[in-house]
């Protein structure tokens, strides 16, 4: 069973940035892709960007040219750079390897003035 235990969340107003950590305890982290998900209250948990073993890259059209996805093998992390947060970027964020089951407890983000 994969561990995944992400960071990084917080509070911050409109136009601000954010940078997510998600550190995973697999010895075969390069081999995965990897997603970062996202769950606002009372909706459905949505894919926001992904990138695969190779490290291409992927992201929903609501945070195209604002959001960074990028991994770094060596330290089992994957991390999400948040840039020109909205209010509607609120929500619980996670990480999940791909083909695997396991999900971390999520960081908060919280967009508000």
């Known amino acids: 069973q994969v561990q995944l235990v992400e960071s990084g969340g917080g509070l911050v107003q409109p136009g601000g940035s954010l940078r997510l950590s998600c550190a995973a305890s697999?010895?075969?982290?390069?081999?995965?892709?990897i997603g970062w998900y996202r769950q606002a209250p009372g909706q459905e948990r949505e894919l926001v960007a992904a990138?695969?073993?190779?490290?291409?890259?992927s992201y929903v059209d609501s945070v195209k040219g604002r959001f960074t996805i990028s991994r770094d093998n060596a330290k089992n992390t994957v991390y999400l750079q948040m840039n020109s947060l909205k209010l509607e970027d609120t929500a619980v964020y996670y990480c999940?390897?791909?083909?695997?089951?396991?999900w971390g407890q999520g960081t908060q983000v919280t967009v508000s003035s």
């Open positions: 999940k390897l791909h083909g695997t089951s396991s």
């Open positions: 697999t010895s075969i982290f390069s081999i995965y892709a």
């Open positions: 990138i695969s073993s190779g490290g291409s890259t």
